[in-house]
């Protein structure tokens, strides 16, 4: 299995820069998500990496080895397309032993990966039919074992769920983590879903503009964004911001009368030269909790909605003019009108520069 | 009050609308929940008058409706592609329905409107800009207001959001949300996605291949699920089913003497009066009530570790239980390895029961 | 409806006044339940509007066309209209297809049809694959490629027969710079075909290109993504994708030119008159001949019947392989 580096890749399309300096490294085996929002030159770099972009500047290496002027069919990849690209007049068999026709491969070999193909896919049942007549469920695990028959040494996949019906996907989600890791390849996967990112990935780059923001665990991302950009963009419901202001220890939140007096010594002191200035304050709605008592000198809001999410309810608020969103479980008697106090939990607090963006300390 | 009562609808030999039965009461969001095909869009137009079905009626407050054309009917649609008219700008696209022949509305009138809902819908910047050139949010945004404009008695949404990246969906979600409960207006809409549906909806109905097999709030069909199939519709993710057998009193995993589920003997016997003396039992339970422990516990089954997903507040795990998968919400504390072995605990009072050939509930009671 | 069924504090814009309330139940009133349209309906008014069309289609095409298979029973020619045409029932279907010259004209326009389309295929198809990709001037290279097919087939084939005069014609001309001896282009019998042959390449292979190269630019360009990405090469790409996925419009490309090359008339007739002898005469020609040099009309009208059933069952062929094409395209 390859490892792949990107060194201070760049892709311009005339005055447009896809890719602006993009630096990477992908262990062997490991699952790297680029997320990002459309146009944020994630799919760019996927097509880079597979050689069918060449790039205005940088390098790419698979195993420290220089690959970035070879055509694609010499670099040992696989790739699954967001729209699959299976040979529509071929049948589900012949897709598949395409790549190794394609190599002159001797029938035998051909033989044995392919058996080995259809058990890992499941595939017995259709692979006397024709490609474009399948369902896109089916579709999509022809063209990933396609990809694999090859025994590539990178996997490339151009979010390759993003046709799929919403509960489809969550089904095939799991069964492409499950995959990855039964089969070892290291694989690079693009996507605009941060759920997809999140269940699959060991590592998640976040990328806009052309530039990456922050590369981590799923877990270091979510925890400690080092942005509003991130912090908004992972997670479902997304993070709460209120305007605050930092005023000798405390954070005043802007439409109401809430002092939260903050006891962690570290934001204190990453504060410092905030006093007397406005911040954003970030947390997630699960780390907030809901209290039918209300307690003096504690934050009281009215509820504005309540949204049921299966296991769980999502509580709306209001603060000022923004919605401020809780999560919580099905204990509590609620109705839209109720008051009820919050207690955020310090120790999931993200405070932002207002003009920045960046974290101030997360 | 909207009602629908036996409603069916073929185009050639296939079955779009099969027998369908629907109630709306008023200020009711309703959702129809179900995957794609399954007849929800036919159900809408049949609603909107434009498509007449084969057999059955339309009700609204009593007097029958199902031939009536449907600007007469003073519904409001809002499609899944918004189609809004291109050519005219946000203002004039509001203004639109006001202007038809049908209603006359005096154009001073028709400016208070349109600058109130514009308002309402936080749109007002874009009043003057063409609708081509807007996001596709705010397009959304437009054609909510150019459906509410003209106060419809019903508004008939049809995937609404769905095409939206998820971001927007969440904004609109609560949108439309809100504007349900500060105006108490009637919505009937359609949807796969089942996260917005349970979100959005005071009620649901759950639609597959033509017919409505459950009706009820969220939290009431989540927690009291018919059938196999609306078990997977409403979960996110979806409820685990695992093949069971009956057995020397036991209820063991299918395939593995091995796992037995520790059950009352009276819930024994019960399933065994359903299903025979060796039969077979689906047995259904959230991922959220699958515990899962390194430890050994009395009762608590082996199963091995596939992967672990992080869903950003929760993590869930994938397991292999005999030879079946299910999928387990973790607690923080537990961090398993790829491949590590496991103890899973399925509680009995968490257990749904569904029949192997049919998918019904068996309720034992 | 109430009219403030909007909750206390509510926006303005969603609650309707009395007045325009009332306005809107008179109307739906006043326009009755369940009636559809006034006047004619959808399906009346579409007739009408053919009408004109379709009498004049029965006119200019329908009547001549009875009268042609009618005349084929009879044994008249319209230059002695005087003399009344004597019913013969199959007697001229059978002379023509017991004739032998009619048969040699058969063979001979089965091979002129199939060498002409196949040049004309190959080139096209291998013009096309090369002008797939973008390069400078090429929009000027496809105007000046359609060019041939623009012009006027009688003008084409009066100046191809100067440029192929054997002793002044100007192919001959530049042969002679590089040292090959007249061709007789035009006079020898065995080479009169080829030289119909070229001149029908030259002017009709630009329609065969046209078609290819718009088959070719239909594939979808991730399909050759994956297939680079598979390691194939140009040949395995040209072969597996690029082939397979044009062969509808092909086919439809083919048979428009095994269609016109069975027709063939006009070319021929200004390039070579059927000659010499009878060494460029088609089936077109031959019928030509029949109808319009020795006015056999009533035998003419016949080989023209048997002609249209040539030509339609060949048509016939290709159709239903594309239809099998079509049905396995469909969704699951």
Known sequence: MSTVRLENLKKYYGTVKAIDGVNLNVESRSFVVLLGPSGCGKTTTLRCIAGLEVPTDGKIYFDDRDVTGLSPSERNVGMVFQFYALYPHMSVLEN???????????????????????????????????????????????????????????????EPLSALDEKFREEMRSELGKLQKRLGITTIYVT??????????????????GLILQVGSPQELYEHPNSIFVGNFLGTPGMNFVECRYEKGSLVLKGTSYRLKLERQDLIAHLVPYEGREVIMGIRPEYVHVDGKLKDGGLSLEVVAIEPAGRYRLIDFLIGEKVFRVRTDWELSLVPGRRVGLQMREDRLCIFDKESGRAVVS | MLELKNISKSF???????????????????????????????????????????????????????????????????????????????????????????????????????????????????LKRKVSHLSGGEQQRVALGRALIRKPRIYILDEPISSLDYKLREELQTEFKRIHEEYGITILSATHDNISAMAMASRIGIMERGRIIQVGTPREIYIDPVSVSVARIIGAPSMNFVECNLAEEKLFVEGDRDLPIPIASSTFRALKGRVGEQGKVLVGIWPESVLVSKEMNEGWLEAVVENVEYHGAERFVNLTLGEQSIKALLADEVNPQHGSEVFVNLSEEKLYFFSVDTGMRIYLK | MADNDKKPGASPALVHSEEVLERFTKASDRVTMGRKTYGLSDRAFMFFFLLPSLFILLFLVGYPFITLIRSGFYNFSVLRAATPAKFIGVGNFTFILTDPFTWERFIFTGKFVILNVLVQFLLGVGIAYLLQKNFKGRSVVLTLILMPMMLCPIVVGLFWKYMFNTEWGIVNYILSIFGIGKVEWLARESISVYSVIIVDTWMWTPFMILLALAAFTAIPKYLYEAAEIDRASSWFKFRHITLPLSAPVLIIAVLFRMIDSIKA??????????????????????????????????????????????IMSLSLIFIRYLNRLAAQNVRR
């Open chain 2, 12 to 126: 050639g030999d296939i079955v779009a609308v099969d027998d369908l039965s629907l109630r709306v009461e008023d200020g009711e969001f309703f959702v129809i929940l179900g995957p794609t095909g399954a007849g929800k869009t036919t159900t809408l137009r049949i609603v909107m008058g434009l498509e007449k079905p084969d057999s059955g009626a339309v009700y609204y407050d009593g007097q029958e409706i199902t031939h009536l054309s449907p600007p007469l009917r003073n519904f409001a649609f809002m499609f899944e592609s918004h189609n809004l008219y291109p050519v005219l700008d946000v203002y004039d696209n509001l203004a639109f329905p006001l202007r038809s022949p049908l209603f006359r509305v005096p154009e001073e009138e028709v400016r208070k409107r349109v600058e109130s809902i514009a308002a309402e819908l936080h749109i007002t910047h874009l």
């Open chain 1, 96 to 158: 598949i032993t395409f790549p190794l026709r394609a190599c002159r491969v001797p029938p035998k070999t051909i033989e044995e990966k392919v058996k080995e193909v259809v058990q890992i896919f499941q595939l017995k049942d259709l692979l006397k039919y024709k490609a474009s007549i399948l369902p896109p469920g089916d579709q999509q695990r022809v063209a990933l074992a396609r990809a694999v028959v090859r025994d590539p040494g990178v996997l490339l996949l151009d």
């Open chain 1, 192 to 209: 605009h879903d941060q759920r997809e990112a999140m269940a699959l990935g060991d590592v998640i780059v976040v990328m806009r503009d």
């Open chain 3, 265 to 310: 008339f006009d070319l021929i007739y200004t390039l070579t008159g059927g000659g010499p002898g009878s060494a460029t005469q088609t089936l077109s020609f031959d019928l030509y001949k029949r109808a319009f040099q020795y006015f056999y009309t009533g035998e003419a009208s016949a080989y023209g019947v048997i002609l249209l059933l040539v």
